[in-house]
């Protein structure tokens, strides 16, 4: 980096994806700034699910234990009929945990939580946002992105290398881009509401009028808090009393009790739901990531967890290039990442349907654990394989044990910011070690056991091969072991062509 950029990248908007981002370019020393245009962080609870997929995550950038002490299961739901009885469901299927899938239970965890602990990790890296910030104009060449910023105290005009728009579905860097974001609106209009009140049990989630879009609500505790989270939809026109006794007055109009008793309202919301996809994530050298990208319906829970995602698949590529990868790997995060954001639409599309006609059932097509980039660039296979695990799938967990007897996890291995290496009854100098990726050996004087076979079973690895995984948790190569001239060139191509002696 010369010395005309301030910064390597510029990150407008601190919400999860921004932090995402963040922490992600913290743990690399890849030098950033996190703004957000807001005086204080989004108090709200919005986006609360945690799904399976992004809780891998979460343990990779080392949050998931707070997580979890921050949040909750989601309670099941307690549905009301019109003649007084009620029944008792799931929302969520329960499935137990395998070594392949150690997190298969959604989690509960408002927003504004989520977002504290990412905060916190972020300034035990050395880093924190800056609020009341906001972006109000840039230009860009070749070389970098010249940003204009305004705060209190007036403003700066800096030079980075890379901007990235993470500031939400009405995004001013989409729209300075002039990107197009179509989609519907999907005729539903609701509102959303952080609220302490009194009358109604924490352990279950109350449902009123199922079916309903005129009386329909519910009144979920919300884990790790003292507050409910209100939903209700509403009239597409017209106002909507959010203080507490406007929403105590509708809980009483649509479930007919008169004991439940709104005492304090800490956010709330009224909102139309979308369904947008922007036609590029990427101009150059400015990038969109979560809901400046997409926006979905709340239904599935998939919103926050697909933009967790965006930065987490960006975030080391934006790093592997400031390091010296070659700028092609930039485009790869698109490639990747709007197609997934498609298919999420359409399932929050799906889920919403469903629940207009009080079925809110989700399963395992919310977890994003079947995820994976079979067509990208990034994906490749030598010779290709026609079964089992493929270039480009989530690289599965197994229990291990390191050749010292010491139990691990193939999740330890992969745990950081390097690529990893596993070969199979190979020779271990058949690959030179490089800085930037682990190589780990099983079978014949191998530094891993597969003491229970769950490396074999979940990976179908023939003696000699080998399989690389890349520092999201993907698989980027499985090749054999006469083709270890292809692995070599795969490495150079995402920058790690510099061998050590």
Request: a negative charge; charged letters at 25%; one cysteine or more.
């Amino acid at each position: 980096m010369t010395q005309e950029f301030a910064t390597d990248v510029l990150i407008c908007g601190a919400g999860a994806a921004g932090l995402t981002l963040a922490l992600e370019l913290a743990r690399r020393n890849i030098s950033f700034r996190l703004i957000e245009k807001m005086d204080s962080p989004f108090p709200g609870s919005r986006g609360k699910g945690i799904q399976p997929r992004t809780q891998e995550i979460f343990e990779d950038l080392g949050i998931l234990d707070r997580i979890v002490a921050a949040g909750g299961l989601y309670p099941p739901q307690r549905e009301y009929q019109d003649d007084g009885g009620h029944t008792v469901t799931d929302v969520m299927e329960h499935h137990d945990p395998t070594p392949a899938e150690p997190y298969r239970i959604p989690l509960m965890v408002p927003q504004f939580l989520t977002e504290s602990v990412m905060r916190e990790r972020l300034v035990a890296l050395g880093h924190r946002p800056e609020f009341g910030y906001e972006l109000t104009g840039f230009e860009q060449n070749e070389s970098g992105v010249t940003a204009r910023i305004a705060c209190k105290s007036g403003e700066e005009v800096i030079r980075v290398r890379y901007l990235i728009g993470a500031d939400g579905g009405r995004s001013f860097v989409r729209h300075r881009l002039d990107v197009g974001f179509p989609g519907k609106t999907l005729g539903v209009r609701a509102i959303v509401a952080d609220v302490m009140l009194t009358g109604l049990e924490r352990d279950v989630w109350h449902r009123f009028s199922e079916g309903s879009m005129q009386r329909q609500m519910a009144l979920c505790p919300l884990a790790g808090t003292e507050m409910f989270q209100l939903q209700a939809p509403i009239p597409l026109e017209g106002d909507v009393d959010l203080t507490a006794e406007g929403l105590t007055a509708m809980v009483a109009e649509r479930t007919g009790r008169d004991d439940v008793l709104i005492q304090s309202v800490s956010w709330a919301s009224a909102y139309t739901m979308n369904a947008r996809l922007a036609d590029r994530y990427r101009v150059g050298r400015v990038f969109l990531v979560g809901d400046a990208a997409h926006i979905h319906p709340p239904t599935g829970g998939q919103g926050l967890n697909t933009s967790v995602q965006d930065a987490y698949n960006l975030g080391w590529k934006l790093a592997a290039v400031a390091n010296g990868a070659p700028e092609v790997l930039l485009d790869s995060y698109e490639a990747e990442r709007r197609p997934i954001a498609a298919s999420m639409l359409g399932l929050a599309t799906r889920l919403l349907d469903a629940a207009k006609q009080g079925e809110m059932r989700r399963g395992r097509e919310v977890h994003q654990l079947d995820i994976g980039y079979p067509e990208s660039a990034l994906a490749m296979e030598a010779p290709e394989r026609s079964h089992g695990l493929l270039a480009g799938d989530r690289a599965p967990d197994a229990p291990l044990r390191g050749a010292s007897g010491q139990p691990t996890r193939l999740f330890e291995l992969f745990k950081g910011t390097h690529w990893t290496l596993l070969g199979h009854e190979v020779e271990r100098g058949a690959v030179l070690p490089r800085p930037g990726l682990h190589i780990h050996t099983s079978g014949l004087r191998g530094d891993i056991v597969d003491e229970g076979g769950h490396l074999r079973d979940s990976y179908a690895l023939a003696p000699g091969d080998w399989l690389l995984v890349r520092p999201d948790g993907y698989i980027g190569a499985i090749v054999a072991s006469g083709e270890t001239a292809a692995l070599e060139a795969y490495l150079r191509n995402v920058g790690m062509g510099i061998q050590s002696r």
